[in-house]
């Protein structure tokens, strides 16, 4: 089974500019057979997000026309405009709408449904995509459109302007993409305006921006997010973010957007796996989207010096939106404009500098959450995610059925590398179900083929064992498809365990159901809406690795050794130290400090190669 968005790198389809031209040629040649006498050209099956899609495709056609002056395609792109013009502009507000603060204002509006009153929420949006392709056929005009259409195509663009931030009220799905689509709409729009009048659009983008977008991100690992649909960030949108981000530096320069883009591009590097998998975020958990974030990973990728590249695309809309058939559909065709005018190339160097929430070398990767615990473990090609113990999830000590991971204190980080191995220990204060104080610290090393994993906590009583992960995904080609086993060992015992009893909250890695389709059904909003991560934090137990302790360990300690994604023996030795705890293991020998650490309170590690 194979996941079903989870493909392959978008660095890998070719962005140089006959590449492009190859792709408008085929957009021309199926547009052109499409285009019904009314000058449609929508895709026949489309039903939503239809409100700008016909104009989308107008503006590949005028930008192919552009590059190759191609003589059939100004009649085309005059008819195309006139359609929209005359059949897709609505005046009239929706019935049961619900976002209005002026009803009856008459200014025009895109809708998600051509139907009066299906769907109305869509709208807002849906505006927003048809001011950002208006204001491209405005800009690919010159020579194309005569005086009249283009000034009732610059008239409903300032229409839409003035629905989004004067008729409605802004942003009402606080979905950061789509918020910063308005602003990049608005900067846009006000090149094409009376000075006057441009300056203030432009103006009140930046206010909207600042107000409205910016004093509301949210913080996650370290970074200040625009929110998307109940968090911090969207595997979906959050890219599509970076891309509006992109497209706002390039066309105003004002340095805000280079700098919240640079911050946005360092979170989702350090999300990222080696082999571009990620998993995350609110709304659509596993799904990633296509061409919508090559603008803005190519470009932030470039400014951070990381290889944002290696993101798992929706290869079938690697290009442009299309529809169940494959053929092309007109929405979000902004984004191909934006990225064929753009000369920004990929990046394709891996950044190799040490981040607090990420450690990456090779084919291993662990990305940490906030609390410095893996949200996804990398090695061999498969991904291991944090398990679930009675409502509890993550990796570390188990007790009684009490994970042991939730820091009650600071958390110190230490990365260090050292003859080929790069290592990072986390120590953190937690307590006990009986509120006793335990340091846990956990030194995860790695040689680029696999990771090592040493887990020291004062000694428990009963019987401890380590949560270590649940196997959930591996590469096969351009997919990722579902398992549920891993290439995992332990010094001690190892057992991989599965739920009792079903139900949605016992996720069974061995059933064919994704970890989507679970948070979705666990969430309190209908699929499309609202935040999936609060649905999965439902989750009761999952299918777990359990690992027992290190036999002959220190007798005040409970020490778990795991390697994962190397074959082989593994019989690590663990023995007390002046300075803190040894751990000899076939590839390398390890010293994790004692838990008072440095004059900075960070326990001392040491590492070297055997």
């Not at 039903?47 to 989308?56: A, F």
Request: hydrophobic content about 40%; charged content about 25%.
């Amino acid at each position: 089974m194979h996941l079903p968005y989870q493909r392959g790198r978008l660095h890998d389809l070719p962005d140089d500019p006959a590449a492009y031209d190859t792709v408008l040629a085929a957009v021309t040649e199926e547009a052109l057979a499409r285009l019904t006498p009314d000058g449609n050209l929508e895709h026949p099956a489309a039903v939503t997000d239809i409100g700008d899609t016909s104009l989308g495709v107008t503006s590949l056609l005028a930008l192919a026309w552009q590059r190759t002056g191609d003589p059939r395609l100004p009649e085309a792109v005059r008819r195309g405009l006139a359609f929209h013009l005359r059949e897709r502009v609505f005046t009239r507000d929706n019935p049961g709408y619900p976002n209005l603060r002026v009803r009856d204002s008459g200014l025009p509006y895109a809708r998600y449904v051509l139907e009066e009153g299906a769907h109305p929420v869509g709208d807002w949006p849906s505006t927003v995509w048809a001011l950002l392709q208006a204001v491209n056929v405005l800009d690919l005009a010159e020579g194309l459109v005569d005086d009249v259409p283009r000034g009732e195509l610059r008239d409903v663009a300032h229409g839409y302007w003035r629905r989004l931030t004067e008729a409605t009220f802004f942003n009402p799905q606080e979905a950061g993409n789509q918020a910063i689509g308005c602003v990049v709409g608005g900067l846009m729009l006000a090149r094409h305006l009376p000075v006057a009048e441009g300056e203030s659009v432009r103006s009140h983008a930046m206010r909207l921006y600042s107000d409205e977008i910016r004093a509301r991100r949210v913080r996650d690992r370290g970074a200040l997010l625009p929110p998307e649909h109940g968090g911090a960030y969207d595997n979906n949108y959050g890219p599509i973010s970076l891309s509006f981000l992109a497209q706002a530096h390039r066309v105003s320069g004002e340095p805000v957007f280079a700098e919240d883009g640079d911050a946005l591009a360092r979170y989702l590097d350090a999300r990222l796996t080696t082999g571009g998998f990620d998993l995350g975020g609110p709304r659509y958990s596993e799904q990633h989207c296509g061409f919508e974030a090559v603008l803005g990973l190519r470009r932030f990728g470039g400014r951070i010096g990381a290889d944002l590249g290696r993101y798992r695309g929706d290869t079938r809309w690697g290009r442009h939106a299309t529809g169940p058939d494959g053929a092309v559909d007109g929405h979000f065709a902004f984004m191909l404009v934006w990225q064929i005018q753009d000369t920004a190339r990929w990046h394709r160097t891996p950044r190799t500098a040490p981040v607090r929430h990420q450690l990456r070398a090779g084919t291993v990767s662990v990305a940490f959450d906030d609390r410095m615990t893996p949200s996804l473990v990398e090695a061999a090609g498969t991904y291991l995610l944090p398990a679930a113990v009675n409502r509890r999830h993550g990796f570390g000590p188990v007790l009684d059925g009490f994970l042991l991971s939730r820091p009650m204190g600071e958390v110190r980080v230490r990365d260090l590398e050292s003859d080929g191995l790069t290592a990072k220990l986390v120590s953190k204060p937690v307590v006990t179900r009986d509120h006793v104080l335990r340091h846990v610290r956990s030194l995860y090393v790695t040689d680029g083929a696999g990771l090592w994993t040493t887990v020291a906590v004062e000694r428990l009583d009963g019987d401890p064992y380590l949560l270590a992960g649940m196997p959930y995904a591996a590469d096969d080609g351009d997919r990722v498809r579902r398992v549920a086993s891993a290439e995992v060992a332990s010094a001690g015992t190892l057992r991989l365990t599965h739920p009792r009893t079903g139900g949605a909250d016992r996720f069974d890695a061995r059933a064919r159901t994704t970890q989507e389709e679970t948070a979705f059904a666990l969430a309190a909003d209908p699929r499309g809406y609202g935040n999936p991560d609060e649905g999965w934090h439902h989750l009761v137990a999952s299918t777990a690795f359990e690992a027992g302790p290190v036999p002959g360990g220190p007798e005040d300690l409970h020490v778990f050794a795991v390697r994962y994604g190397s074959a082989g023996p593994f019989a690590p030795v663990v023995e007390r130290a002046p300075e803190g705890l040894t751990i000899r293991t076939e590839a390398f020998t390890a010293l994790i400090g004692n838990p008072a650490g440095d004059a900075r309170g960070v326990p001392e590690t040491r590492i070297r190669r055997r």
